[in-house]
């Protein structure tokens, strides 16, 4: 896994405290699901902000229910967030700790000096088109390829379906590195993946299990970003737009 140190962006970054405190908020009110990443210890854990305290200056998250994550978190010297959907809100810790709450255990931060709130166009997301003309996604797992056919692609993930018993791998917070989408008169593009949510699974009408995916990229190189954006344009000019 690669994990990289969050880079603010002036554009979208926020500074005043009470407008932190009130997006810290909502996060609060509807469990958004969140992505935590240690730069320096590897590890990944899909966490929620539990409570936000403005009095004692502290942020207190979920934590992982295996003890060896949370020491390892607390270990690390930098800790990015970010929101799994809607719109993105990411931040970063230079440390977090272990905490009691009336409720359980949890991880603490203190208050973020400062926070991004980004809502752009290209994280829209876009309908592909299905048949012979959909997008795979080769999702290498120990020695086997599993092929998920894109149903919808943003410039921050996209989401797919796959037939058949999967591995306990393809669970929410699952990460996989070495995969590939094929794009028509381009080729492979090689990209990482992570799964940020999991929809029930179905049944096709021949018996076959499918289950949806909806996958966020992770550390998407220029030229991938560069690939999947022309796409997106071309999408656009065959009105397959979805909002």
């Known amino acids: 896994m690669t994990h990289t140190e969050t880079k603010e962006n002036p554009e979208f970054a926020i500074h005043n405290h009470k407008e932190i405190a009130a997006i810290l908020g909502e996060l609060v009110k509807s469990r958004t699901a969140i992505n935590l990443d240690t730069h320096d210890e590897g590890v990944s854990l899909v966490t929620s902000v539990l409570k936000v305290s ?14 060896r994550i949370n020491d390892r978190i607390i270990q690390s010297n930098l800790v990015n967030f970010s929101t799994q959907t809607g719109i993105k809100v990411r931040w970063h810790s230079t440390h977090l700790h272990r905490v009691v ?3 359980g255990a949890a991880l603490s931060m203190t208050f973020p000096a400062v926070i991004e709130r980004i809502q752009r166009r290209e994280f829209f997301r876009l309908n592909t088109p299905q048949g012979r003309d959909a997008l795979i996604c080769k999702i290498p797992v120990d020695e086997t390829i599993i ?3 894109l149903f919808d692609m943003s410039a921050g993930g996209i989401g797919v379906s796959i ?19 094929e794009f028509p008169e381009i080729g492979n593009v090689p990209v990482s993946v992570r799964i940020c949510r999991v929809w029930e699974t179905s049944k096709t009408k021949s018996g076959e299990q499918m289950t949806r995916f909806g996958m966020e990229f992770v550390n998407l190189s220029r030229g991938a970003e560069n690939v ?7 999408l656009q000019a065959e009105n397959l737009v979805t909002f």
């Open 147 to 149: 092929e998920a056919i």
């Open 101 to 103: 709450l009336p409720d």
């Open 163 to 181: 037939k058949g018993a999967l591995p306990d791998d393809f669970s929410q917070g699952g990460q996989f590195t070495g995969c590939s989408i």
């Open 54 to 67: 403005k009095e004692s200056n502290y942020v207190y998250l979920d934590i992982s229910p295996d003890n």
């Open 228 to 234: 999947i954006q022309r796409h997106m344009n071309k």
